[in-house]
Antibody
Framework: QVQLQESGPRLVKPSETLSLTCTISGGSISNYYWSWIRQPPGGELEWIGYVYTLGTTNYNPSLKNRVTILVDTSKDQFSLSLTSVTTADTAVYYC???????????WGQGTLVTVSS | DIVVTQSPDSLAVSLGERATINCKSSQSVLHNLNNKNYLAWYQQKAGQPPKLLMYWASNRESGVPDRFSGSGSGTDFTLTVSSLQAEDVAVYYCQQYLSTPWTFGQGTKVEIK
């Protein structure tokens, strides 16, 4: 059974960089699109971007040039970096696998990241 | 961006009754090469991540009960729960994956009447 687990700091100061890692277990990281998705408390889901296992990326333009997603196939991990955060970036951050038929078929449990001084 | 809008925002249904959720996209999500609708449905229970229910608009994910069904094409889609059970209380989302940025609807909260 594929499992995803997010890790990283839960509290980030405004203007600093949010960094999260997603570790995949129980399945191969190869040949899939791996995404980050976030959800503000009580709010809607927003796709942040994906990385393919060969390193190709695609980001949501709404986050402008603040996002970087990288993959490390040797560690079965991929990561999210979001720069210049504000309180509007406070959200539960999920990592998820892109299903071959579309949609996201496996999700991490999510981690609440709070942006506050 | 393709904007996805769900209706209603919430609904209350009696146990055993039908629940119907609508999803409308601002552009067609029907791919002209394979004739598939690039739309998924998810169920999110309190404190949990979303769970994939349907893909290609009407294909049930493995393990999803057959009381869940999806229909529609182009820009208008429906998720139906034929006989609502207590464990179906959740927020339901639709999502288009025809073009990036992939976008979700705002969610529909389903409760027991």
């Amino acid at each position: 059974q594929v499992q995803l687990q997010e890790s990283g700091p839960r509290l980030v100061k405004p203007s600093e960089t949010l960094s999260l890692t997603c570790t995949i277990s129980g399945g191969s990281i190869s040949n899939y699109y791996w995404s980050w998705i976030r959800q503000p408390p009580g709010g809607e889901l927003e796709w942040i971007g994906y990385v393919y296992t060969l390193g190709t990326t695609n980001y949501n333009p709404s986050l402008k040039n603040r996002v970087t997603i990288l993959v490390d196939t040797s560690k079965d991990q991929f990561s999210l970096s979001l720069t210049s955060v504000t309180t509007a970036d406070t959200a539960v951050y999920y990592c998820a696998r892109g299903a071959r038929v579309g949609g996201f078929d496996y999700w991490g449990q999510g981690t609440l990241v709070t942006v506050s001084s | 961006d393709i904007v996805v809008t769900q209706s209603p925002d919430s609904l209350a249904v009696s146990l055993g009754e039908r629940a119907t959720i609508n999803c409308k996209s601002s552009q067609s999500v029907l791919h002209n090469l394979n004739n598939k609708n690039y739309l998924a449905w998810y169920q999110q229970k309190a404190g949990q991540p979303p769970k994939l229910l349907m893909y290609w608009a009407s294909n049930r994910e493995s393990g999803v009960p057959d009381r869940f069904s999806g229909s529609g094409s182009g820009t208008d889609f429906t998720l139906t729960v034929s006989s609502l059970q207590a464990e179906d209380v959740a927020v339901y989302y639709c999502q288009q994956y025809l073009s990036t940025p992939w976008t979700f609807g705002q969610g529909t909260k389903v409760e027991i009447k």
